[in-house]
């Protein structure tokens, strides 16, 4: 059995995570920041159902403000557990959040250089270093604040939002990926701050376990061993979600690598909670179930032979144990055998597998994110409404995105996006060119419905 990776402990208020802690689980509230009273309660929930840190999107000083008392209201109820502030595009936010939350997660990708527009900019050398120069700049005093507060860090970076910067040298690849976050981590080093925690996320799975097997890689070069968070952003909801969490952040975890992990669910985010305890739970039947199905490995075909109490456990089991020999190749089909589910049921779940590991595709894609403060719509009903109407389309790609945050760069993988543009107003996009602004949410589906039929039409 592959044993767990070892890293650094990064201490965020009392817990710990990495060394030899246990695997956290955690989970990122979707109320408005500026609402005390239901941040605190949805808050509340998250932690009841076992989660052990509540992520807060923090837009403006204003969110980062009231992280002050959403924290004493918890922690007057008897709640200590860790909160975390979600900062893009401003690096001021990130400065007051850290002055009230234990943890503040910021995104490379924005946190200097400027929102992407997928513009191709040419750098001289010396021009890039200093690029560099400015985020280091701009870096330090933040750096200066976490030391003197005691607050933790994550680098958080996602496939989505890389800036054009690093797009620009080094292309849409898990290499750029993972240069965007070690920018970021030699700063850290130097100034000799050690409680952080790194993510790379993708809502492709292949490009999240590729990219973080590549940071560890980088990692271990420089020596060094921050704790990892994983997750496969903007997952999906229901089976689709659960199945394509696991077979991503099951392949890592069968090798032995996290240390913390969040399952981004597009449902009520006290749901993500029992699946990513599951997750661990799972991890050493899985690792051997994984070394058992490479060894049996015949004519292109992994044979999975499972048992399990319910049907969302064995699910789960099958992602995780063929996660990873899928996303690597090492076999394009999949039969899973059990005694205790019909033929036709297992069937599809591993059709379902084969899709989440980008291998065949027999049903319609969704990228849809778990939703957060920023979402500007009601995701859920979205969601439902887009899917009855689109599911019939086999291979189709949608994205259906809260906010901007990550959504035109997640969606490049995707053939439309709807993406939440202002209050009550949604933007279409065909792959990441937005074809209609500012659409009032009552009339985006039905457009977006007939910008497929049209584009259709024309194949």
């Known amino acids: 059995m592959n044993t767990r990776r070892i890293s650094t402990v990064a201490h965020v208020g009392p817990l710990a995570i990495g060394g030899d802690n246990p695997i956290r ?16 309660a949805q808050a509340k929930r998250i932690i009841d159902a076992g989660g052990e840190l509540v ?57 200097v250089d400027p929102g992407r527009t997928f513009k191709h900019l040419e750098y001289t050398d010396e021009e890039y270093a200093a690029e560099l120069k400015k985020i280091e700049a701009r870096l330090i005093p933040f750096i200066n604040i976490c030391k003197e507060h005691h607050t933790a860090v994550r680098i958080g970076v996602n496939h989505g ?20 976050c070690m920018e970021f981590l030699r700063i850290f080093r130097r100034e000799q701050f050690a409680d ?35 997750g496969v952003t903007e997952a999906g909801e229901g089976e689709d979600g659960r199945i394509k969490s696991a077979v991503g952040i099951g392949a890592l975890l069968t090798e032995g690598i996290g240390d913390t ?17 599951k997750l661990v739970e799972l991890i050493p039947e899985c690792t051997l179930l994984r070394q058992e199905a490479e060894v049996g490995i015949h004519d292109d075909t992994i044979t999975l032979a499972l048992d399990a109490p319910d ?32 033929h036709s049921d297992l069937v599809t779940l591993a059709d379902a597998i084969l899709q989440a590991a980008r291998i065949k595709f027999t049903k319609t ?60 107003r949604i933007s279409l996009y065909r792959q990441k060119v937005c074809v209609e602004k500012n659409i009032p949410e009552e009339e985006a589906v039905d457009k977006l419905l007939a910008l497929i039929a049209e584009d259709r039409k024309q194949q």
């Open 25 to 40: 689980v955690q989970s990122m509230a979707t109320t408005d920041t500026n609402d005390t009273e239901g941040s605190v």
């Open 196 to 230: 952080v925690v790194i993510s790379i996320k993708a809502s492709n799975t292949v490009v999240m376990v590729q990219s973080v097997r590549l940071l560890v890689q980088a990692m271990d070069a420089e020596d060094m061993h921050y704790p990892l968070h994983l």
């Open 261 to 277: 992990i969040r399952v981004s669910l597009s449902e009520e985010p006290e749901c993500e909670i029992p699946v990513a305890r």
């Open 365 to 424: 894609e969704y990228i849809s994110c778990p939703g957060c403060g920023r979402t500007l719509y009601n995701l859920q009903e979205t969601i439902a409404r887009i899917k009855a109407a689109t599911s019939h389309l086999v291979g189709l790609k949608i994205g259906i995105m809260g906010c901007i945050v990550n959504g035109p760069g997640e969606m490049a993988d995707a053939d439309y996006g709807y993406v939440g543009a202002g209050r009550g």
């Open 311 to 342: 049907w969302e456990t064995l699910q789960m089991k099958a992602s995780m144990a063929v996660g990873a020999l899928l996303i690597d190749r090492k076999a394009t089909k999949l039969e899973i055998c059990s005694e205790r589910f019909p």
């Open 161 to 180: 939002s890389l800036s054009d910067r690093i797009m620009s040298r080094y292309g849409d690849t898990p290499a750029g990926i993972v240069e965007s």
């Open 55 to 111: 992520r807060f999107t923090t837009q403006g000083t204003r969110e980062a403000e009231n992280m002050k008392n959403i924290s004493a209201r918890l922690k007057a109820d008897g709640y200590q557990t860790p909160l975390v502030a979600d900062v893009h595009f401003t690096a001021h936010t990130a400065e007051v959040a850290a002055q009230y939350c234990e943890k503040v997660r910021i995104n490379p990708g924005n946190y």
